[in-house]
């Protein structure tokens, strides 16, 4: 449960955020550039055909993988046109090649007009098309929510695999399957509002993306009174073939200072738990509002993790990870 991890690890993470001490605000981090490594590969498009079910079902896209063949794409739509209906014991999928030690993202929106059992599988299949890993998410609620599963191929993933499955009905739409980025920090700027970016659950303080006061249309995060987000890359891949890989964040970041915020930089083995982190405070007293945490990369390392922390108002904006 990819998912779960996720959350317990951002638990994890933004309890480290908020405990640890601040660093010497006065330490001096390198100023130089970085020096940029190679390109280390991007988030993929939609890997999936036909996900927002514009189209008619074909066979050049989902398959029918049961015996009843009820499904249509009249439904109602959470976005475009047409949407999936998915009834009586039917059942849909879709395979695309997978990368072994890559990390995959499915998304969709579901609803279950009648409340019978419905769900969307998630997993990867071998090259026998024997499952080797695999999620399966019910579908609830009347009208539209989030059904998403984050997943990492294991060694012997040849595809990944996508089935949606209903007993009474349910309705599907915009469904995506992303190949997660190799160390590439996302929306760092915020023009997607926190699109890339997760909110960490077990803090009650306050998340926002609002408009810089002096440029209108410039967005940046907002966040105070115990607020956090994080961001996870994927880097398996890169350390596959650079033991000595070494990420820099940086952000841009102005603070009341009546309280405690922070940036950090982290790594997590496979099973999510913390092998290293590097918190560094924001506070007034820096040179033009930049701040910067860099880390190298504990063997192990299969995941880096990003946190923005504030206990006070703080805002962040142009983060980015350099390596
Ligand atoms: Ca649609
Ligand atoms: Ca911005």
């Not at 190949?179 to 590439?184: E, F, G």
Request: glycine share 8%; net charge negative.
């Amino acid at each position: 449960m990819s998912f779960t991890k996720n959350i317990q690890r951002s638990a994890l993470m933004s309890v480290l955020a908020a405990s640890l001490m601040a660093c010497d605000s006065a330490m001096l981090f390198d100023t130089a550039q970085p020096t940029l490594g190679a390109a280390l590969g991007e988030t993929s498009a939609n890997l999936l055909g036909n996900g927002g079910f514009e189209s008619p079902i074909s066979v050049n896209d989902w398959e029918s993988c049961a015996p009843g063949t009820d499904f249509s794409t009249d439904a109602t739509p959470s976005d475009g046109l047409a949407a999936l209906s998915v009834s009586n014991g039917s059942c849909l999928s879709q395979t695309v090649p997978a990368v072994a030690g890559a990390t995959y993202t499915l998304s969709c929106e579901a609803y279950e007009p009648v409340d019978r059992y419905s769900t969307i599988t998630f997993g990867f299949i071998d090259d026998s098309s024997a499952p080797v890993e695999v999620q399966e998410i019910a579908i609830d609620g009347s009208s539209y929510g989030a059904v998403s599963s984050t997943l990492t191929a294991p060694a012997s993933a040849d595809r990944a695999q996508v089935l949606i499955f209903s007993d009474g009905e349910a309705v599907v739409d915009n469904c995506s399957l992303i190949k997660l980025a190799d160390a590439v920090l996302l929306n760092g700027d915020f023009s997607e509002d926190l699109s890339g970016w997760q909110v960490c659950e077990n803090t009650a303080g306050t998340v926002s993306v609002i408009d810089h006061q002096l440029e209108p249309g410039n967005k940046q995060l907002s966040i105070s009174n115990g607020g956090c987000v994080y961001q996870t890359l994927d880097v398996s891949a890169p350390m596959q073939v650079r033991s000595d890989l070494h990420l820099y964040l940086s952000c841009d970041a102005l603070t009341s200072d009546d309280g405690y915020s922070s940036i950090t930089l982290g790594y997590l083995d496979g099973n999510s738990q913390p092998l290293s982190v590097n918190e560094v405070a924001i506070s007034r007293g820096s040179t033009n509002g930049l701040f910067e945490s860099d880390l190298a990369a504990p063997a192990g390392s299969h995941f880096a993790e990003v946190v923005i922390y504030s206990d006070a108002f703080t805002t962040a904006d142009n983060c980015q990870i350099t390596h």
